[in-house]
């Protein structure tokens, strides 16, 4: 089974409009992290925002936010007053065992191309 | 601090050819970490170090793949007769591992096309 899932491969957004990318995910592991990353056309993976599943309140950071719904295993990210310069691949990605201090990897899910519109 | 360095960042390979990527972390994060990543998808964990120590390779990490860093600084991934299906971007990451959970840092990858 798919540990992360972005169903959105597209998303169109007007310049200024509220955005909000979805992202399931999938473990049995009580202590984990969710990540949000942005990847422009350039390659270089740019962290956005974490949310801990120990976590109560959710996480913001500036204009970005996590919906985090933990009973329906769903992260969602917000990005409020969208720019121009938030054009770009953005991917969802959890890291398990994070309690643990252990170097678990990242598991990623397949993306989602946000296009900001002027 | 200059973030995360690879090299190079586009190769042209023929296909059978050898070839080898270099990654330079920050300098005092201790964990370093190679992804893989194909068109359209999210990247794939290859595997992990701490300091000079290669704990953890993922299966997509055929023989032909080997990962070195030596003295716990820089980390090479050679891809030895390389196949089209190598075709990929491949991503360094690195960590301190006393840092918060979200202390991952990346590189801008190399991008790699066999033909």
């Known amino acids: 089974a798919q540990k992360i899932t972005q169903t959105q491969p597209g998303m169109f957004v007007q310049e200024k409009e509220a955005v909000t990318l979805d992202c399931t995910y999938d473990?049995?592991?009580?202590?984990?992290?969710l990540f949000w990353y942005k990847q422009p056309s350039s390659g270089e993976m740019i962290f956005l925002i974490y949310?801990?599943?120990?976590?109560?309140q959710n996480a913001t950071e500036g204009r970005y936010s996590l919906n985090f719904q933990k009973a329906r295993k769903s992260a969602n990210l917000v990005i409020s007053a969208s720019q121009l310069g938030d054009s770009a691949m953005y991917f969802c990605?959890?890291?398990?065992?994070?309690?643990?201090?252990?170097?678990?990897?990242?598991?990623f899910g397949s993306g989602t191309q946000l296009t900001v519109l002027p | 601090d200059t973030g995360v360095s690879q090299d190079p960042r586009h190769k042209i390979t023929k296909r059978g050819q050898n070839v080898t990527f270099r990654c330079d972390p920050i300098?005092?994060?201790?964990?370093l970490y190679w992804y893989r990543q194909t068109l359209g998808q999210g990247p794939e964990f290859l595997t992990y170090?701490?300091?000079?120590?290669?704990?953890?390779k993922s299966r997509l990490l055929s023989d032909r793949f080997s990962a070195e860093r030596p003295k716990g600084s820089f980390s090479t991934l050679e891809i030895q007769r390389t196949e089209q299906g190598d075709s990929a971007m491949y991503l360094c990451?690195?960590?301190?591992?006393?840092?918060?959970?979200?202390?991952?840092?990346f590189g801008s990858g190399t991008r790699l096309t066999v033909v």
């Open positions: 300098s005092e994060h201790n964990r």
């Open positions: 990451a690195s960590s301190f591992r006393d840092s918060h959970p979200y202390g991952y840092t």
């Open positions: 473990t049995s592991d009580p202590s984990y992290g």
């Open positions: 170090f701490q300091n000079e120590a290669q704990l953890e």
């Open positions: 990605a959890m890291r398990e065992g994070v309690s643990s201090g252990s170097a678990r990897q990242l598991t």
């Open positions: 949310q801990g599943s120990y976590d109560q």
